[in-house]
C-alpha cells in the first residue's frame, strides 16, 4: 500500500547493502590462494552485473504501471500467504509474513524483461538455484503475479489469455505445485474484481493428461455419476478436494462439482457459504475447457 517513492527508497536500500557485501567481498578474495583468483573474479564479475540489474530494475518501478503491477502483485503474494497461514493455524502477524532477500532480488531481477521486452536483459535465461523448502516457489509466484498484473494493465481485454505455462516432469510434483499456485490465483481474481481491473477472470488450468483428468466435459459428468472412463480407470476430475483459498472441503459431489457441457466448463463450488468462492474457483481441470477458455496460468508434466 505504500508510495513508489517509499517503496523505491526501502529497495535502495537493498542494494546498497548488496554493493556493501560485494566489496567486502573483493577485498577478501585478494586474500585467497592464487589458484582461487580467477574464479572469485568470475563470481565477483557476476555479483556486479546483478547489481545493475537490480538498479535497473528499481529504476523502472518509477512507471506508474510498472509500480502498480509490482504493488498488485505484492499484494497478491501477501494476501495468500496470509490465508494459507491462516488456515494452518500458524498466522502470526501481518509484520511476519515478508519477503526473503534473494527471493525479492530474484522478482526484481525479472520484472525489468517483462517491464522492457526489448531490452538486452529478455534474452537472459535465470536459473533460481535453492535448497528445498527454501522459498523458490514463492520467489516465481512472485514474478507470476506481477506479469498476470502487468498484462492486465497494459492491455485491458487485450491482456486476457494464458501469460504463465509452467511444467512439470511429474505428475504428482505438477499437482503439488498446482496447488500451491491455485491460492495466488485465487488472490489475483479477487484483487482484479475489488480492483476493477481490465480483462476476463484470472484462472489456472492443470493440463496433465487422461490418466488424472479426463480430456472431456462430458466424461467428466459420467464420471461424477459413478461411471468408469473406458480409455482410462485412473482418470478422475474431482480433483480438488479442499478450497485452495479457504481450506474447507470439497466433495466430489453435485452440486459442489457441476459439469456444463454447452459451455465447456466443469465448475467448482466451494462448500464454505462464507468463502469468497462459493460461487465458483476460477480453476479448469479439463483439456477441453483449458482450450475453450485460456486460463491465465497453467501447471503441465
Known sequence: ESSSEAVINGLNELTEKYEQWIEKQVIASKELAKEHQNAAAVNLSKCKQTLIRLKKAIKELKNPIVFRAFSLANKAMFMQRKQMLKNTGKFESDEKIKWYPFQLAFILQETYSFAKPDSEERKNVDLLWFPTGGGKTEAYLGIAAFVIFL???????????????????????????????????????????????????????????????????????????????????????????????????????????????????????????????KTGLPIFLIDEEIYHYKPTYIVAT
Open 151 to 277: 498484462r492486465r494493465l497494459l492491455y485491458g481485454d487485450d491482456g486476457n489469455g494464458v501469460a504463465i505455462l509452467m511444467r512439470y516432469t511429474l505428475r504428482l510434483l505438477s499437482f503439488q505445485q498446482f496447488e500451491r499456485a491455485a491460492a495466488l490465483i485465487c488472490a489475483c481474481e479477487l484483487i482484479r474484481r475489488k480492483e476493477k481491473i481490465g480483462g476476463d477472470e484470472i484462472g489456472i488450468g492443470l493440463w496433465a493428461g487422461m490418466d488424472l483428468t479426463p480430456n472431456y466435459i462430458e466424461k467428466a459428468k459420467k464420471i461424477l455419476n459413478g461411471e468408469k472412463d473406458e480409455d482410462s480407470e485412473s482418470s478422475n476430475p474431482a480433483q480438488i478436494k479442499k478450497c485452495p483459498w479457504c481450506g474447507a472441503e470439497i466433495p466430489a459431489q453435485e452440486p459442489y462439482y457441476s459439469c456444463d457441457i454447452e459451455n465447456h466448463r466443469m465448475h467448482i463450488y466451494c462448500s464454505n457459504s462464507s468463502c469468497e468462492f
